[in-house]
Nanobody, 126 residues
Framework: QVQLVESGGGLVQAGGSLRLSCARSGGTISRYAMGWFRQAPGKEREFVAAINWSGGRINYADSVKGRFTISRDNAKNTVYLQMNSLNPEDTAVYYC???????????????????WGQGTQVTVSS
């Protein structure tokens, strides 16, 4: 069973930064493509960032390009989302997700992902 646990969310002022982590409990993530999604109240879940198994291929939603950075440390079974220049529109529950098997690419659609974490709340105050 694949259990993903997000951490690092919280309350931050506009312009601030947060780093989210997503760790797999009790197993490796090295063969999985990973992604971050978010869901704001009353809105559909949306793609944020994705990374392939090696970290060599990455994709971002246009709304976060230049502000967010996804990375992974397969030795630590952890994926990160560094979020800078946060604004109130970034307020949402952030979810990490895994694709297995993943091939060599990244995935931007929620329906491609097999496993999901429970989410971590990010709130950006103005």
């Amino acid at each position: 069973q694949v259990q993903l646990v997000e951490s690092g969310g919280g309350l931050v002022q506009a312009g601030g930064s947060l780093r989210l982590s997503c760790a797999r409990s009790g197993g490796t993530i090295s063969r999985y493509a990973m992604g971050w999604f978010r869901q704001a109240p009353g809105k559909e879940r949306e793609f944020v960032a994705a990374i392939n198994w090696s970290g060599g291929r990455i994709n971002y939603a246009d709304s976060v390009k230049g502000r967010f950075t996804i990375s992974r440390d397969n030795a630590k079974n952890t994926v990160y989302l560094q979020m800078n220049s946060l604004n109130p529109e970034d307020t949402a529950v952030y979810y990490c997700a895994a694709v297995d098997p993943s091939g060599g690419g990244y995935y931007t659609q929620a329906y491609d992902y097999n496993y999901w974490g429970q989410g971590t709340q990010v709130t950006v105050s103005s």
